[in-house]
């Protein structure tokens, strides 16, 4: 069996190895010439997976080692018969840390308390209901926007994006691209609803670029300029705005779910797919795949202010501030195009939240439901 793998997928040897002869290519080099005598295709979300691509090929298998699905072309697959799997979930923890950090820094950053803000979470799944957890476990007030889940369960718990736009002073989007039907997403804030947006709102898009229309969020930010943004996805990737890169709070180049354990996850969870597709069992086990977190434990002593208590643990683990800088840097060095990629290629080591035992003493003991809340794993000493 012959496999064409993306290049940037982890531990693809390991999966996928036993099933055949594995053909490492970039991501978005991936061509129809790759895979005219390819029986299975392993991406991440830089491929677009569409008629074009596959005319010519017999792959029988494509699986996408992420959760996104929307450089897929699911009628193509299906009119060819062609096995699909995606990986839901699998790093919707790396984005809630994403997200956190990015919160946590901005409010450092422009002095103001998380802790006491209400924030709206669009698009209430794998991602969107971990964040609730979280901030709820935080005490944070939350509100919540999933029209497809509100017209399948009910209302409750659920209110509109309107809702939120009024009453929030943070809107988180975690909602998938969808082009077309009654719950599109295409430019889901409009530049109606970027107008909306109250002074001083913090803008975070964690979900995919073409939700946001990105011409008038540059106007907003270069007219008032009043409120803040944080954008991990983007118009166009990796061609990106790059004056509204300039303009938003913290930039980042897609990166939100790039922890390795989030990465591992996703190649592992296409492996189980795989053998499932071939009749075959699963060889391997994830802890097979995923190696201890090289910090394991953190010791806190005495009593810290809570906000910062939650940036000293975060930061053990991962900073926000360091792929902002790194984007701004390579962009620098290398135009906008080959900086996002670079930066993305050679993303370093990360590991979630929950690889971080902390025990607590002291005047500490009493952060322990605040740090378990935020994710982190709380050890007895
Ligand atoms: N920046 C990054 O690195 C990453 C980005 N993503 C993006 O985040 C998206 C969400 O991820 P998951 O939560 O795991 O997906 P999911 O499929 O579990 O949940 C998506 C939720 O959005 C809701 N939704 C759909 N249309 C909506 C609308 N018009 N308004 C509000 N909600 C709507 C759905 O009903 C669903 O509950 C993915 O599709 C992907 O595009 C995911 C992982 C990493
Ligand atoms: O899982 C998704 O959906 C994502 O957006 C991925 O985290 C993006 O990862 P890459 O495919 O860009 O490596």
New binding site residues.
Partial sequence: MKLIVDANIPAAERCFGDFGSLTRVPGREINAEHVKDADALIVR?ITQVNAALLAESPVRFVGTC?????HIDHAVLAEQGIGFASA??C??E??VD?VLSSLLTLAERDGWSLLTRTVGV????????RLLARLTALGIKTLA?????AEQEGEQGFES?DTLIDRCDILCL?????AQGP???YQ?LDAQRINELAPGTVLLN???GDCVDGLALRSRLTGKGDIAVVL??WESEPEIDASLRDLVALATP?????SLD?KLRGTWMIQQSLASHLGLASQVAFADICPPPALASLHLQDALPVEDALRVCMRAVYDVRRDHDSLQRQVLKQGVRQGFDTCRANYPLRREFATLGITLSGGALALESILRGAGFNILTM
Avoid: E
């Fill in positions: 979300s992420t959760i996104g699905t929307d839901p979930g790093n919707a790396a984005v994403y669009v698009g209430v799944g794998n991602v969107g209901s926007c999933d029209p497809p889940r994006l975690h909602t998938p691209l969808v719950h599109a997403t889901l964690a979900g995919r991990d996805v897609h990166i939100a779910g790039h989030g």
